[in-house]
C-alpha cells in the first residue's frame, strides 16, 4: 500500500532537468532515503514533493491525494533543511510552536504539545534559548521538534546531519531512527553518505543525473548492486568488464584477465576487503603503487594489466612496500555480477 | 595593531572638520540663543508666533513622513522581487537603482517640471483627453514636491531593503512555507521581523532626506508650498533675518537628532 | 526557488519606471526645438545644445565645478586617506569618537554648513569665495573618503605592511609601495563618489557663491526662476550622460562596484 507515490515525475532546476520521468513509491511508515552524488536530483525530487518546486510533468500522489498543485503551505509535510533553517529572532519553544500558531492552536494546548515535542527530542530546558546560543546539534534538533510538532503526514529531510561532526552525525542518526519508529512517521531521507543511508533505511534509492539507479533494501543496494553505477557509489572500488570469459581493463584499455562467473554478468566488481594482496604467482600479477595504513588493516593500489587494484594485505605487521611485485586474488565467488 | 594615536596621520582632518566646520557650525546654532547678550529661547517664541512658519514645521514633517511610508509599502515587495532575479540581471538592476542617486538632484527635479508644468505631459494628457479645460496647477503645489522627493529618496530605501533581505538566513522564508505559513504570513511573521534593521535605516535616510532637501522643494513647491530649507534660504536671502535663520539650523539639526535616536531605539 | 510573486514584480517594475521614467522625460525634453518647455515637445533638433554653449554664466559656472570638484576630491583624499589608514591599522582609545567627528559632516544638512561658513570665511574674514568653496565641499567629502577607502582597507590584511617593514621599508614607503596599489579600486570608487557629490552639491554651494563665482548646479537654479526654455532639458540631459560616463569608465576600468 503506497502512501507516497511518484509517477514520471519531471522537475526543472535552472534551465537544465534535474529529474527525469521519477517513478517512486513510499509505503506507511517507511523510511526511505535518497542516495547519490551532489546534482544528481534527490534535492529537487525533495522540494518538489514540498511543494517548493513545480514539476513541470508527472504526477505526486500522497494518501490516494493528487498533491501536484497543491500550494507548499498547505501539503502538511514536515521538512527539515540542511541549514536548519531556524528563524533566528525566535526562541527554540517559538520556533516549534509556530507551525502550531499560525494554526491558532490555543494555548492550554500548544503548550503541553511544544514541550512534549522539545522533549521528545531531548532538548528540554532549552525552551528560552536563541539559535544563535544553540550548538549545530541542538539547532538541528529544534529543526526537528519544530517539523515533528505539526504531526505532519510525511516528514522530508535534506541532508540534516552534514554540518555536523562525524560523532554526532552517529549519535544523531540512531536518534532520528529511534524517533521514526516511536512515532511511525513516513519518512523520506537525502544523503550523500551511504553509511547514513545504509544505517537509517528500510530502503534506498540511488539517484543519479535526475533517474533511479537501484531501489531496494540496504541488503540487496550493499551486496547486489544493480549497475555498475550503484557498485562504484557503494564502495565496489574494483569493477571491470566481464565478456568472452574474460575480465576486461575499464576504459576501453587492452588489458585482460580469463575468469569463470558463477553467472552471466556484464559487470563484476569486488570490494577492497574481498580482494587480497599475495605474494607473486598467487593471481593477477602487479606491482604496489601506494599503501594505506588503516587501521584494521592495510589497503594497497596495485597496478595490474587490468589498470589500479584495490586490495588488503593479509597481515598488519608484515606488508607490502611501495614497488614491491605481488599478485591479486580475485575470487568469482565473492564478486558482485552486475548486469 | 599599534596603540598610540598616531597624530600626524589625524591631525589635518582634525583640524578641518574641528575649526572649519563645528566651530562655524556651531556658532551659528549658538545663535539662535542669543538675545541682545545673553541665553534665552525668546528667537524660538517668536518664530512660532508666526503662524506661516509653524505650517511650514509641520508641512516639511507631514511630507517627509508621508514620503517615508510610501516609499517603504512600493520598496518592501519591490525589493523582495529584486532579490529573486536570476543573478545575471541583478548587477544592471542595482546599477540602474544606485544610478539616479548619482545624477544631479536638479536634473532629476527638473523632470517634475517637464511633467507637471502648464504644458507639460500630465496637463497635456488631461486637457487633449477632456478631463479639464484647461492646464491644472500641478506644480508648486505640496503634491509636487511629496512626489520630487519621493522620487528622490525610493532608492534608498529600495537598497537597504535589499540589503536586508540578501541577509536573510538561507531556506528561512521556505521553512516558514512548509510550516503552513501562506505569503502574507511568511512576510508579517518571519520577513519583516528578520529585515526590520534595514527598514529602520532606510526609513531614517529618507525621512532625513527629506526633511533636510532643498533643490526639491525649492524647484517644485517655490515660494509657495516652503519646506524648512527654503524658507532658511528665504530668511537669509530676502529678509535678512539671521536669529529666524539660526532658529531654523537648530530645528533642522534637531529633528534629524531625534528621528535618528528614535528609530535607533525602536529597532531595539 | 519560488518563482517571484506577481505583486511584487508590478511593484518593482513600478519602482522602477518612477525612478528612471524621469531620465526619458529629461532626454526627450532636451532634444526639443521649442521655444518654451512643451512636453510632448512639437519638434525636435539640437538647438538648445548649441544655446547651452553660448551661456556664459554656465560655461564658466561649470569649469568652477570642475575645479571645485577636483580641488576638494583631492583634498578630501589626501585628509581622508590618512584617517581610513589610522583607523585600520591602529588601535587607539576615541576610535569611535573620531568617527562620530568626522560623520557629522554627514548629519548636518547641508544648508547650516554653507550658511556657517558664509558668517565665518566671508562676512568675518572676507575670503574668496573660491576657497570657501573648497574648503566646504572638502569637508563635505571627507566622511566619504574615509568610509569608502576604510572598507577597502579593512579588506587589506595588515599583516602585508608588516611584511614589507621586515624587509627594510619605511612605514611610508610600506604604504606608498605596498598599501596603495592594492587599495586602487578604492580610492578611485572614493574619488569618484566624492567627485560626483561635489559637483551636485546645492546646499553648502548655496550661500557660498555670488556673481562671478558660482557652480553650475547653482546656475541653473538660478536659469530656471527667470527662464523656462528647455535649454535647462538639454543640461540636465547632457549631466546624466556625464555621470553615467564617469561612473561607466571608473567602473569598466577599476571594477568599483565592489566597493560602494
Redesign the interface.
Known amino acids: 500500500m503506497s502512501y507516497l507515490r511518484l509517477e514520471k515525475l519531471d522537475v526543472a532546476y535552472g534551465r537544465a532537468a534535474a529529474v527525469h520521468g521519477l517513478d517512486l513509491v513510499v509505503g506507511a511508515g517507511e523510511l526511505v532515503s535518497l542516495l547519490g552524488p551532489s546534482g544528481c536530483g534527490k534535492t529537487t525530487t525533495m522540494r518538489a514533493i514540498a511543494g517548493l518546486l513545480q514539476p513541470s510533468g508527472g504526477r505526486i500522489v500522497l494518501d490516494g491525494q493528487d498533491i501536484t498543485t497543491l500550494p507548499a503551505h498547505r501539503r502538511e509535510m514536515g521538512l527539515v533543511f540542511q541549514s536548519y533553517a531556524l528563524f533566528p529572532h525566535l526562541s527554540a519553544f517559538e520556533n516549534v510552536a509556530f507551525g502550531l500558531r499560525l494554526r491558532r492552536l490555543p494555548a492550554a494546548e500548544l503548550q503541553p504539545r511544544v514541550a512534549a515535542a522539545i522533549a521528545a527530542v531531548g532538548l528540554a530546558g532549552f525552551e528560552q534559548r536563541l539559535p544563535a546560543k544553540l550548538s549545530g546539534g541542538q539547532q538541528q534538533r529544534v529543526a526537528l521538534a519544530r517539523a515533528i510538532v505539526l504531526r505532519p503526514r510525511l516528514l522530508l529531510l535534506d541532508e540534516p546531519l552534514s554540518n555536523l561532526d562525524a560523532k554526532l552525525r552517529v549519535q544523531m542518526r540512531a536518534e532520528l531512527r529511534r524517533i521514526q519508529r516511536e512515532l511511525g512517521i513516513t519518512m523520506l531521507y537525502v544523503t550523500h553518505d551511504q553509511d547514513e543511508a545504509l544505517s537509517l533505511s528500510d530502503r534506498i534509492v540511488i539517484m543519479r543525473e535526475g533517474r533511479v539507479e537501484q531501489d531496494a533494501a540496504p541488503e540487496a543496494v550493499y551486496h547486489s548492486p544493480a549497475t555498475a553505477f550503484v557498485a562504484g557509489f557503494m564502495g565496489y572500488d574494483n569493477l571491470f568488464e566481464w565478456r568472452d570469459g574474460a575480465l576486461h581493463a575499464p576504459d576501453g584499455a587492452a588489458g585482460r584477465w580469463p575468469l569463470q562467473l558463477p553467472g552471466p554478468a556484464a559487470h563484476a566488481a569486488w570490494r577492497p576487503e574481498q580482494v587480497p594482496v599475495l605474494a607473486p604467482g598467487n593471481g593477477l600479477a602487479g606491482r604496489v603503487l601506494a599503501r594505506s595504513y588503516l587501521g584494521e588493516r592495510i589497503e594497497y593500489l596495485v597496478e595490474t594489466e587490468l589498470g589500479p587494484v584495490k586490495g588488503v594485505g593479509p597481515d598488519v605487521a608484515a606488508g607490502w612496500r611501495e614497488g614491491d611485485a605481488v599478485s591479486i586474488a580475485l575470487d568469482p565467488a565473492r564478486a558482485a555480477l552486475i548486469g | 595593531?599599534?596603540?598610540?594615536?598616531?597624530w600626524?596621520?589625524?591631525a589635518?582632518?582634525?583640524a578641518?572638520?574641528?575649526l572649519?566646520?563645528?566651530?562655524?557650525?556651531a556658532?551659528?546654532?549658538a545663535g539662535a540663543f542669543k538675545i541682545d547678550g545673553h541665553l534665552g529661547l525668546a528667537h524660538f517664541t517668536a518664530f512660532f508666533d508666526e503662524p506661516l512658519h509653524t505650517q511650514v514645521y509641520w508641512r516639511t514633517l507631514r511630507i517627509a513622513g508621508l514620503a517615508t511610508v510610501v516609499s517603504a509599502l512600493?520598496?518592501y515587495?519591490?525589493a523582495?522581487?529584486?532579490v529573486?532575479?536570476p543573478a545575471r540581471w541583478r548587477?544592471l538592476?542595482?546599477?540602474?537603482?544606485?544610478?539616479?542617486l548619482?545624477?544631479?538632484?536638479?536634473?532629476?527635479t527638473?523632470?517634475?517640471?517637464?511633467?507637471l508644468?502648464r504644458?507639460?505631459?500630465a496637463n497635456?494628457l488631461l486637457v487633449g483627453s477632456g478631463v479639464f479645460d484647461e492646464p491644472a496647477t500641478l506644480l508648486f503645489t505640496e503634491g509636487a514636491v511629496f512626489v520630487g522627493l519621493?522620487?528622490l529618496m525610493?532608492?534608498l530605501m529600495?537598497l537597504s531593503l535589499v540589503s536586508a533581505l540578501e541577509n536573510l538566513?538561507?531556506?528561512?522564508?521556505?521553512?516558514?512555507?512548509?510550516?503552513?505559513?501562506?505569503?502574507w504570513?511568511s512576510f508579517a511573521?518571519?520577513v519583516l521581523?528578520?529585515t526590520q534593521e534595514g527598514l529602520i535605516v532606510g526609513g531614517t535616510l529618507v525621512f532625513t532626506g527629506c526633511v533636510?532637501a532643498?533643490?526639491t522643494p525649492?524647484?517644485l513647491g517655490g515660494p509657495k508650498v516652503l519646506m524648512l530649507?527654503t524658507l532658511?534660504?528665504q530668511k537669509?536671502n530676502v529678509a535678512s533675518d539671521m536669529a529666524a535663520?539660526s532658529v531654523i539650523?537648530v530645528l533642522?539639526?534637531l529633528t534629524?537628532?531625534v528621528v535618528?535616536q528614535v528609530l535607533k531605539r525602536v529597532s531595539r | 526557488m519560488n518563482p517571484i510573486s506577481r505583486p511584487a514584480l508590478a511593484m518593482l517594475i513600478l519602482a522602477l519606471t518612477f525612478l528612471l521614467g524621469p531620465f526619458i522625460v529629461i532626454f526627450v525634453a532636451g532634444f526639443s526645438a521649442d521655444e518654451t518647455l512643451a512636453f510632448p515637445p512639437t519638434s525636435y533638433g539640437l538647438r538648445w545644445f548649441g544655446y547651452l554653449f553660448g551661456v556664459e554664466a554656465f560655461q564658466r559656472s561649470f569649469v568652477t565645478s570642475l575645479v571645485v570638484g577636483a580641488g576638494s576630491t583631492l583634498a578630501a583624499l589626501a585628509f581622508g586617506v590618512p584617517v581610513a589608514y589610522a583607523l585600520s591599522r591602529y588601535d587607539f582609545r576615541g576610535k569611535d569618537a573620531l568617527r562620530g567627528l568626522l560623520t557629522l559632516p554627514l548629519v548636518v544638512p547641508g544648508i547650516i554648513v554653507g550658511l556657517a561658513l558664509l558668517d565665518l570665511m566671508v562676512l568675518v574674514y572676507a575670503l574668496p569665495v573660491t576657497l570657501g568653496l573648497l574648503i566646504g565641499h572638502t569637508t563635505l567629502l571627507i566622511p566619504y573618503t574615509v568610509r569608502v577607502v576604510g572598507s577597502s582597507l579593512s579588506n587589506l590584511r595588515s599583516d602585508i605592511d608588516d611584511a614589507a617593514i621586515t624587509l627594510g621599508a619605511t612605514r611610508l614607503q610600506a604604504f606608498f609601495k605596498v598599501v596603495l596599489p592594492n587599495i586602487r579600486g578604492g580610492v578611485a570608487a572614493a574619488a569618484v563618489l566624492a567627485f560626483i557629490t561635489s559637483f551636485n552639491q546645492v546646499p553648502v554651494s548655496l550661500f557660498l557663491t555670488g556673481p562671478g563665482v558660482s557652480t553650475l548646479p547653482i546656475e541653473m537654479m538660478a536659469y530656471m526662476e527667470t527662464s523656462y526654455d528647455p535649454s535647462i532639458a538639454a543640461l540636465s540631459t547632457l549631466l546624466v550622460l556625464f555621470t553615467i560616463a564617469v561612473v561607466a569608465a571608473t567602473e569598466k576600468l577599476l571594477g568599483i562596484s565592489k566597493y560602494v
Open positions: 595593531m599599534r596603540s598610540r594615536i598616531p600626524w596621520l589625524l589635518p582632518a582634525l578641518l572638520v574641528g572649519l566646520f563645528v566651530l562655524p557650525v556658532a551659528l546654532l512600493v520598496c515587495p519591490a523582495m522581487a529584486m529573486k532575479v548587477g538592476l542595482t546599477g540602474l537603482v544606485i544610478l539616479p548619482m545624477v544631479s538632484p536638479i536634473a532629476r527638473y523632470s517634475w517640471i517637464v511633467l508644468g504644458n507639460g505631459l497635456s519621493l522620487q525610493m532608492p529600495l538566513p538561507p531556506d528561512v522564508l521556505a521553512a516558514a512555507q512548509t510550516l503552513g505559513a501562506n505569503r504570513q511573521r518571519v521581523p528578520l533636510t532643498f533643490i525649492a524647484l530649507e532658511l534660504y537669509v535663520a539650523a533642522l539639526l534629524t537628532i535618528n
